[in-house]
């Protein structure tokens, strides 16, 4: 009898050693039973402040999972600091974050200049930088930079699948693109290009801008008098509407692809005047709460409920705040698959071990999925025509 | 040939909203010997308070008006309240105080009206004139508005005894008080109109710009070395220097330089021609005594 | 210099070596951040607060400097000590080269070449011939060095104690230059051109060099800082930089040494502060500071300091008077010339 004991116990206390979940509570600096502190850096001022609202609304959904009861009994304290889109900001901030507000981790700090700047940090102190708001593809790289994820899909997809679109279509086009100087247009430019392939002489005529140029007027008549008759639009919200406004009215009216991120309705379309965007093709991965096509959908209604009670001073003409929440809803699911295992390790385990995951905000098709070796959460993305009320899909969703 | 000709109206309209900018510029120089840095802000600020009039309902014309008034008044209320302060201090404070009150009102505007941009009206007809494809019709406006407010500023500083004792409070404060001037009184004036004139350049530009806190931040740039190169102390000049950059910017973009590098090339000729003319091109010479 | 202020001096720079020992690596960053900016401030003084020649474009030195360290660590296994010498040479020759033209500009219309100097420096940092060398608009990489001799330093703190050393190094060079002829000449070249070229005062010569040491100085700094930051990229070296570190002079003080450091802590932490006040509207916040220094202190902080010194030098030599010292007037009978001591 005795001889069966031993053996016995020893199979009991294995088994409850080998089931970690079983009531075993880790943590690494920023989590504890009552909470979990998350750090962010946002650009409420400077040249980029427009971007301000996904920082006020992602701290905005929050304080609503805190009023719910929180991730898992715990209270997300969300601390945001401004950098100004100035990436000698940004690292200060994201030291103050780590090193002195000791966060868990820091998650859709935005911009490819200030997270570029805080990247070899953030890996060397194996801090995640998680969800990172810029479309730069270098953020997939899970073999280099282990604690650091993209969200959104990378900015060459997009250019690809442009470039591909012709390709197929318009083989004889003759290309004129306007692009902003900085690492994001340059970064379109190249998938663009790498889209062409060999067909690169397409590209009658390249021109770029400033944010800091007050118009792009003097551009666009060189890409008009360039004989170009499609246009590759890679500009933000401001100066896409100027160019989308510009290239009706000085008669040019070319076959235009305008990239997404200036491609949104409310912001961009109605300023620029909406029979002139008419034809204006782009892609889109999210559902955008500006474009009448959605004024019924239940994630657009629900996200505006969300807005009037919790960020009333919130735009909601403005489709930064519904990626802002469509983001931090992606946030909550990896703290609530972390359980009670709060290491920075297992926050980055869980980012990158999204199935399929189903955002309401994603348009239908498109789910997040991550893995060991995928560091890119969307990948998938639809081409859509605005017919001079809203935008009309007219492909199926590509890049899955 | 054609486009040359493009470019070049193109730079007359760009350069119609820099000539705008840099009039209200020499205005408050003219006035006060102080260069505002601010002035972008101001009029950014005015076009917003525009903005909320036309929202709440008022006409268009009504809106330019009362917002014409309330920016004089508001640059009267600031010179006293913030500029009186430290007007025996060193220039550099002065300009410390500019930055400082460019900062507050781009941060309270954005504050107030958020970042995302927005239209603003224009009161000329959509369609442009005679059907051309190079210049719209407000821009054409733009440029037509721009000439009157410099020809009343022109006539009131020169034909005026109000714009006499102006310029004399700016340039000899001390004789001025002598002979009886107001001078406290004829710099918040100055301000007054420069603020009002802000004011006029925003609306004009809003439309063609779209509105937003940062509408002025790009504009401004231009606008100085508009104002610069033409002579501060000529509002002639300004306009001058308006359009000479904007045709400038356009034209060696598009066939010298590329736009990589036009903001430098640009501002390296303003140099070259102000190593040439040190005052600009019509700015008046001083003589000093030793 | 009398004693009081080499006790103060030598009790600061105590404080100055302590401070590393005593506060977290994130700390002692800022505070790197803060002697650097010291040295940038200081160079903008010496062309603005001496000689009067008004630069808008400073940022644009610091960048030039910046870059210079970059691409030398990064391309060129340059150790980061040896960035320094090379940072300051092209930027002095830089700041020469351009106070030339300058010259024959005045006032306002330097204020105007200086500004589209500053201006246009990130374009000219992102121009695609030159993105080899620059890195273009993704900018460069570099790594903090390590503390040498294995000593028991974080990096951190010892890229401190270097900068702190290399700032020490160039204040005294400035202060010894300032307080002899060539502090002279400048002054007078300020306050009088005309009248100090008729003097004799080589103004051409005396100008254009302080325009290139002035660059020098900033450029130093601007490499300092960039092994600070370990990552430079254009968009960081813009027109706003320029404009800081105007604000930093003349809040700290324009014409003085100690000014800079006041400018340097002002414009590293004062920001910090308002985004702790109002998560709202921070740079409101910042210009409302702005002013109220520029109102309560038009000479800078260092001036404000100064009339408070004499103040209370004022005060005692009152309170001597009266308490019928050997100083007052009663004792010996005739007036001691204490006018001489309070002046």
């Known amino acids: 009898m005795k001889r069966m004991f031993v053996p016995a116990a020893f199979v009991v206390a294995a088994a409850l050693a080998a089931s970690p979940a079983l009531a075993q509570k880790k943590y690494d600096t920023g989590a504890s039973d009552k909470e979990i502190k998350i750090g962010n850096i946002n650009p409420y001022s400077g040249p980029a402040s427009a971007y301000g609202a996904i920082g006020k609304a992602i701290g905005a959904y929050f304080k609503k999972i805190n009023d719910e009861g929180g991730v898992n009994g715990r209270k997300i304290n969300f601390v945001s600091y401004d950098d100004g889109y100035s990436p000698p900001k940004a690292v200060e901030m994201a030291r103050k974050l780590v090193e002195q507000d000791e966060v868990l981790f820091i998650f859709q700090s935005l911009g490819t200049p200030s997270n570029s700047a805080i990247h070899k940090y953030m890996n060397a102190k194996k801090v995640p930088q998680l969800f990172v708001a810029t479309g730069a593809s270098k953020w997939n790289d899970p073999k280099n930079f282990p604690w650091t994820m993209g969200w959104q899909p990378n900015y060459q997809t997009e250019g690809t699948i442009y470039a591909q679109h012709i390709l197929k279509n318009s083989p004889n086009a003759k290309i004129g693109i306007l692009y902003q100087n900085d690492d994001y247009g340059k970064d379109v430019l190249q998938g663009f290009k790498n889209g062409l392939g060999a067909k690169t002489s397409m590209i009658v005529k390249e021109v770029t801008y400033e944010v800091s140029d007050p118009t792009v007027d003097s551009q666009m008549v060189q890409l008009q008098s360039s004989g170009a008759d499609t246009f590759i639009n890679i500009t933000t919200p401001k100066f896409a509407a100027m160019a989308v406004r510009k290239a009706y009215d000085s008669g040019w009216k070319p076959v235009q692809y305008l990239n997404n991120v200036g491609a949104a309705v409310g912001s961009v379309l109605v300023p620029a005047g909406l029979e002139k965007s008419a034809g204006v093709i782009t892609t889109r991965y999210l559902k955008d709460p500006t474009d009448k096509a959605f004024a019924n959908d239940p994630a657009v209604l629900e996200w505006t409920a969300f807005m009037k009670k919790y960020y009333p001073d919130g735009n909601l003409l403005d489709s930064n705040p519904f990626y802002g929440w469509a983001v931090a809803q992606t946030m909550v699911q990896v703290l609530k698959q972390c359980g009670d295992n709060l290491t920075r390790e297992n926050v980055m385990k869980q980012a990158a071990s999204l199935k399929d995951f189903a955002l309401p905000a994603l348009l239908p098709g498109i789910k997040i999925s991550t893995s060991a070796t995928d560091f890119a959460p969307i990948q998938a993305m639809q081409l859509i025509k605005f017919d001079g009320k809203q935008y009309q899909p007219f492909s199926e969703v590509m890049g899955n | 040939m054609d486009a040359l000709i493009h470019q070049v109206l193109a730079g007359l309209a760009t350069g119609g909203i820099y000539a705008s900018v840099a009039l209200a510029l020499v205005m408050i120089y003219q006035a006060t010997h102080h260069l505002n840095f601010a002035q972008g802000e101001l009029a950014m600020f005015c076009t917003y308070l525009a903005w909320t009039l036309i929202n709440a309902g008022f006409g268009y014309w009504a809106a330019f008006l009362l917002t014409v008034g309330l920016s004089f008044v508001l640059g009267v209320v600031i010179e006293r309240v913030v500029i009186r302060p430290v007007e025996n201090s060193p220039v550099l404070a002065v300009v410390v105080v500019f930055i400082g009150l460019l900062v507050i009102l781009n941060s309270v505007t954005g504050w107030i009206y958020s970042y995302t941009i927005k239209t603003f009206p224009s009161p000329f007809p959509a ?17 037509g508005v721009t000439l009157v407010v410099l020809l009343l500023l022109y006539s009131f500083f020169r034909f005026t005894p109000l714009g006499l004792a102006m310029r004399a409070a700016a340039q000899n404060p001390a004789s001025a008080k002598l002979v009886g001037i107001r001078v406290g009184w004829m710099l918040a004036l100055g301000w007054g109109l420069a603020c009002a004139i802000g004011a006029v350049a925003g609306m004009m530009v ?64 303003i140099i070259g021609v102000l190593v040439v003319k040190p005052t600009g091109f019509f700015g008046k010479v001083h003589v000093i005594r030793v | 210099m009398n004693q009081r202020a080499v006790i103060l001096i030598a009790l600061a720079l105590l404080a100055a070596c302590a401070l ?31 000689n009067g020649q008004i630069s808008l474009g400073h940022g644009a030195f610091y960048a030039i400097g910046a870059y ?13 000590w040896a960035t320094l010498p090379v940072a300051g040479v092209v930027c002095l020759v830089v700041g020469f080269l351009f106070g030339l033209p300058a010259l024959r500009l005045e006032g306002l219309y330097l204020a105007l070449a200086t500004f589209a100097l500053g201006v246009s420096m990130p374009q000219l940092l992102k121009y695609h011939h030159l993105e080899k060398w620059t890195g273009g608009v993704q900018g460069i990489v570099i790594v903090k060095p390590d503390p040498p001799f294995g000593l028991p330093l974080s990096p951190d703190q010892w890229l401190y104690y270097f900068t702190l050393a290399v700032m020490i190094l160039m204040f005294v060079l400035a202060w010894n230059l300032l307080r002899g002829r060539v502090g002279r000449a400048l002054i007078a070249i300020r306050d009088h051109h005309t009248a100090a070229e008729a003097m004799g005062v080589n103004t051409a010569l005396y100008k254009s060099l302080t325009f290139g040491v002035s660059a020098m100085y900033t450029g130093v700094a601007g490499a300092l800082g960039a092994i600070a930051i370990q990552f430079v990229a254009p968009d960081s070296f813009n ?26 802590l002002f414009i590293q932490f004062i920001p910090n502060i308002a985004d702790e006040i109002s998560k709202a509207a921070p740079w409101a916040i910042f210009g409302i500071f702005l ?29 001597l008077r009266t308490a019928g010292s050997p100083l007052s007037e009663n004792a010996a009978g005739k007036p001691e010339n204490d006018s001489h001591t309070a002046g």
């Open chain 3, 20 to 50: 590393p020992l005593l506060v977290s690596n994130y700390r002692v960053f800022q505070f790197t951040l803060v002697l650097v900016y010291a040295i940038a401030l200081l160079g903008l003084n010496l062309l603005t607060g001496y």
């Open chain 2, 206 to 269: 809003a439309p063609i710009v779209f509105l937003d806190p940062n509408m002025m931040a790009g504009i401004l740039l231009y606008a100085f070395a508009a104002a610069l190169i033409g002579g501060v102390d000529s509002p002639g000049g300004a306009v001058f220097g308006g359009f000479l950059v904007g045709v400038l910017e356009n034209v060696l973009g598009a066939f010298v330089i590329g736009n990589e590098l036009k903001l430098a090339v640009a501002l390296v000729l």
């Open chain 3, 68 to 80: 210079c360290a970059a691409i030398l660590m990064d391309k060129f296994g340059v150790p980061y």
């Open chain 3, 291 to 319: 002013i109220g220094f520029v109102y309560a202190m038009p000479l800078g902080v260092n001036g404000a300091i100064r009339m408070l010194i004499a103040r209370l030098a004022r005060k005692q030599q009152d309170g």
């Open chain 2, 127 to 143: 369609e442009p004139l005679f059907g051309n494809k190079y210049m719209s019709s407000h821009e054409i406006g733009a440029i």
């Open chain 3, 239 to 264: 027109i706003f930089l320029s404009i800081t570190f105007l604000v930093g002079i003349v809040i700290g003080g324009l014409a003085s040494i100690p000014g800079a450091i006041y400018g340097a």
